[in-house]
């Protein structure tokens, strides 16, 4: 139902910034919330972030707290996720995904960016 494109990956240093970014299209308005997951090799896929559709209320995983934030902008229909003093162990591909209203399941998944931070 929500058609998602991530960009913004890339190969950056320890300490740098990075903005992802998340369109969506289709049935955006469905959407309960939307989320940031993120994926390294051999490691099973991890929440990120999550945004409410208003974009007033967000959570975090414990180990990009601090430093990562995520927005959106629904004029754009757009998500985002700025990252900040990247780490090595940031590298993944990342994923945005949107919940649905109905079963508050992420049922509709980005085809990845890849991000890769060196040391």
């Known amino acids: 139902q929500v058609q998602l494109v991530e960009s913004g990956g890339g190969l950056v240093q320890a300490g740098d910034s990075l903005r992802l970014s998340c369109a969506a299209s289709?049935?955006?308005?469905?959407?309960?919330?939307m989320g940031w997951f993120r994926q390294a090799p051999g490691k099973a896929r991890e929440f990120v972030a999550a945004?409410?559709?208003?974009?007033?209320?967000?959570n975090y995983a414990d180990s990009v707290k601090g430093r990562f934030t995520i927005s959106r902008d629904n004029a754009k229909n757009t998500v985002y996720l700025q990252m900040n003093s990247l780490k090595p162990e940031d590298t993944a591909v990342y994923y945005c995904?949107?919940?649905?209203?109905?079963?508050?399941?992420?049922?509709?998944w980005g085809q990845g960016t890849q991000v890769t931070v060196s040391s």
């Open positions: 289709g049935r955006t308005w469905s959407s309960y919330g």
């Open positions: 995904a949107a919940q649905a209203r109905t079963t508050l399941r992420y049922d509709s």
């Open positions: 945004i409410s559709w208003s974009g007033g209320s967000t």
